[in-house]
């Protein structure tokens, strides 16, 4: 057979059944596989001592030219030492996203304090790619994505998204089920701008009145304690009465962010309101969630109906930690104080509360200009 054209493709005959091939003399493993139904361009290629025929495409979806360019590429990858049927071979098997994000949950996230956060953004943001394979998930999906959550405001787990995503892919390597390269890798992050949002005096007695007006002992308990105590979210949530040593005023936190434990002296009006809380027998938790059971879990709505109700609206409960931190500084408290009252390891993570509180700062500032100004009122010597 000489080299292969459209005409000689166009006049080749379907078999009535089986299959007959028509091979390029010129392009050595180049052909037409013919069968009853169909022309496909095939690539026959002898890889690592076997011989591998690979689909190239159906004729009419490729041309003739299309079909030997593309066999060219191949030949080229097979000689750098690739094995493209292999490769194709491997992509199919591929397991798909879902199946990797269960396998993320069941080996990596159990041991994460913030899996809740993790289980969130599979649900609202890549529920779409559960059933694809990972083979099929390229940079420009994930791009794209981060591109688009960023539009919408949400910068911040746009950034998330991607490295919850890197960290996938490099663990799918790890545990051998996906040995293709990282499509999130290297992928540029949007600036972030760390918020520095609290509740200010001339604020917190429209909060205070919303927190009496919460119907549920147990929410108004939880908020209570986040803000007198600067505690984490989750740490209050998960309080458990064995943790309290009400008549020492002491909190012991089993295991905090930093993975050890703390332990938190409690002001008297905080031991005041965890003994206003009726507590259900056969529940550890101080913080009972729905019909008794376990703790509280997700106070979000709740929040919501409180900082609307104090005219709060871009108050997060995180804000209430760092609210904490600010009237330390605003009463004088060193930083390495509201460093251990906060269980920060870092100081470089207390020294961003220095920043939320001016009135010391203003203060100082107006008692300098005074001293100054005095001297506006002194008589200058004459040069006479």
């Given amino acids: 057979m000489p080299r292969l054209t459209k005409r000689i493709v166009d006049a080749a005959q379907h078999p009535p059944a089986g299959q007959v091939f028509l091979r390029d003399e010129e392009l050595r493993g180049f052909a037409v596989r013919i069968t009853p139904g169909s022309k496909t361009f095939v690539l026959e290629r002898e890889i690592h001592g076997r011989v591998r025929r690979m689909k190239l495409g159906r004729y009419g979806e490729l041309t003739v030219e299309q079909a030997r360019d593309l066999a060219k590429v191949k030949i080229g990858e097979i000689a750098s030492g690739k094995d493209p049927a292999e490769d194709r071979r491997r992509r199919r098997q591929s397991i798909t996203f879902g199946e990797l994000e269960q396998l993320y949950l069941e080996r990596h996230a159990v041991h994460k304090k913030s899996k809740s956060n993790d289980v969130g953004m599979f649900k609202k943001w890549l529920n779409d790619w559960r059933p694809r394979r990972l083979s099929t998930i390229t940079r420009a999906d994930i791009t794209t994505r981060h591109a688009e959550m960023g539009a919408a405001g949400h910068t911040t787990w746009a950034n998330r998204m991607v490295a919850l ?63 007198l105590t600067g505690a984490r979210r989750s740490e209050v949530l998960s309080m458990r009465w064995e943790d309290l040593d009400l008549g020492q005023g002491l909190w012991r936190i089993p295991e905090t962010k930093a993975g050890r434990p703390h332990t938190l002296p409690l002001p008297r009006p905080a031991i005041e309101e965890l003994l206003k809380l009726p507590r259900l027998e056969g529940n550890p938790f101080v913080f009972c969630g729905r019909w008794g059971r376990k703790n509280l879990y997700n106070v979000s709505k709740p929040w919501l109906r409180i900082r609307k109700e104090a005219g709060l609206n871009d108050v997060r409960i995180h804000d209430l930690r760092r609210t904490l931190g600010s009237w330390l500084v605003a009463a004088g408290a060193s930083l390495p104080l509201i460093g251990k009252a906060l269980n920060h390891s870092q100081p470089a993570t207390t020294a961003v509360y220095a920043r939320l509180e001016l009135d010391p700062v203003r203060a100082a500032l107006e008692a300098n200009a005074e001293r100054m100004l005095t001297y506006r009122k002194t008589e200058v010597p004459s040069g006479d």
């Fill in 165 to 227: 995503v890197r960290t996938m892919f490099n663990l799918a390597f790890d545990w051998g089920v996906h040995p293709g390269p990282n499509p999130a890798s290297r992928i540029k992050f949007f600036k972030e701008v760390k918020r520095d949002r609290f509740v200010r005096p001339d604020e917190l007695p429209r909060l205070w009145k919303a927190l009496q007006n919460e119907p549920n002992p147990y929410v108004r308990g939880a908020f209570f304690i986040s803000l």
